[in-house]
Structure formats: structure tokens, C-alpha cells
């Protein structure tokens, strides 16, 4: 049940556009955003909970497919503070409430 | 406001040592409280969860346990650490879908 995240890693210029993938095999109650830096605790970017959602802002926004099986990150005109790992978290329909269930994580670096 | 406390920061422990990793919530009352493990290189892991005080669910079967003898706090324990116990072990706490961690505890066993 472990969401499926591309790419593993992907490395920028400043200024340089980047997509993340977050798949599942089942329908998804909600899709969790996480970024962390190395030897910190996961920051919490942005939760989706409905198909064909869209939000975010300009820099950093995601979406989630009409079938709620699938969720993108964008992150747009990098800058080095982007840098670090990204994870979705996945609940599942039937689920305990806050159960996330985490991908492997994307390791993003951006260069100046 | 809503704050989470994980101590200790860093520790090592010979194998075979006990373990015992505490987790506080403040500011918030039943809330439903996680501990995940990161290992090396690798995303994150559920290890436990609780929903009340003595309510615990296992995600991963292995030689750690998990307690919650009151409301706001949570405890990982393990009798005898190994050398794959190793990495580094987030608390979270959940409201409506959403995650809050603690600072978390790189744990080296040596």
C-alpha cells in the first residue's frame, strides 16, 4: 500500500522547474506533502482531499487526478532552499484518521 | 497553540541496551499520536500508533513496543536494541489529516 514516488532524486540549476509523482494503486482519501531537510523533522507543505483538486501558489503547488490515485508536486523558478527530501503521505478510504502511510522520498538538490 | 516535544536529540547505545524514546503533545487534548522510523537512504515507517491512552497498533512486527500511559505522552521502548534499530525516530501527532512531528531522535547502536 506503500505509495510509489518519481523521481527517486533530481538535481536543478537555480530557477529550474521540477515535478514529483506520488502514485497509488488504490483510490486515496487524502495526499500529504512533506519536505525535510537532512537530519530534521518533515515540514508539512500541503494536504489534497479531493479529485481534480489543484492548490498551492506560484513557487510551490500540487495537484491530485480526478481518480485520487495520483498526486503531482510543482515546484517552479527553484531556489536553493528547495533542496531536500520530498514525501507523500497517503490515507486510505477505511483507514485510521492521520494514518499516513509515507513514499520513499524524493532527494532534490538544487545547485546555484 | 499545539506543540510537540521529543527528547532525547542524539543517542547511542551499545547492543543489547535497552531504549526508551518519549514523545509529549501539549496544547491539544486525545489527539492521535505516531512513531515512524527513517533509516538510512529510506522513507518513512510507521512503527505505531495510538488513537487513546493505552490503545496501540502495530504496523511493523519487531523487537520495539510502544506505551501511552497518559493522554498527551508516548513512549517506544525496546528491552534489547540490535544494530539494525538504528536511524532516526519521528513522533507525530494528527488533527483533521493533518501531521505534525517532533524533532526527532537519531539513534545509533553500536
Known amino acids: 500500500q506503500q505509495p510509489v514516488q518519481s523521481p527517486q532524486a533530481v538535481i536543478l540549476r537555480e530557477g529550474e522547474d521540477a515535478v514529483i509523482n506520488c502514485s497509488s494503486s488504490?483510490?486515496?482519501?487524502?495526499v500529504h506533502w512533506y519536505r525535510q531537510k537532512h537530519g530534521e523533522a518533515p515540514v508539512f507543505l500541503m494536504i489534497l482531499l479531493k479529485g481534480g483538486e489543484q492548490k498551492g501558489h506560484e513557487k510551490i503547488s500540487a495537484s491530485f487526478n480526478e481518480k485520487k490515485q495520483q498526486s503531482s508536486l510543482y515546484l517552479t523558478a527553484s531556489q536553493l532552499s528547495y533542496s531536500g527530501t520530498y514525501f507523500c503521505?497517503?490515507?486510505?478510504?477505511?483507514?485510521?484518521?492521520?494514518?499516513?502511510?509515507f513514499g520513499k522520498g524524493t532527494k532534490l538538490s538544487v545547485k546555484p | 497553540s499545539q506543540t510537540i516535544h521529543q527528547w532525547p536529540a542524539t543517542l547511542v547505545q551499545p547492543v543489547g541496551s535497552p531504549l526508551s524514546l518519549e514523545c509529549t503533545v501539549e496544547g491539544t487534548s486525545n489527539p492521535n499520536l505516531y512513531w515512524y522510523r527513517q533509516a538510512a537512504g529510506r522513507g518513512l515507517q510507521l512503527l505505531f500508533y495510538s488513537v487513546g491512552i493505552g490503545q496501540i497498533s502495530s504496523e511493523v512486527p519487531q523487537n520495539l513496543s510502544a506505551s501511552r500511559p497518559q493522554d498527551r505522552q508516548f513512549i517506544l521502548s525496546s528491552k534489547k536494541l540490535l544494530l539494525s534499530d538504528s536511524g532516526f525516530y519521528l513522533c507525530a501527532w494528527s488533527w483533521e489529516g493533518e501531521a505534525f512531528f517532533g524533532q526527532g531522535t537519531r539513534l545509533t547502536v553500536v
Open positions: 488504490k483510490a486515496l482519501y487524502s
Open positions: 503521505g497517503t490515507e486510505i478510504y477505511g483507514g485510521s484518521q492521520g494514518n499516513l502511510i
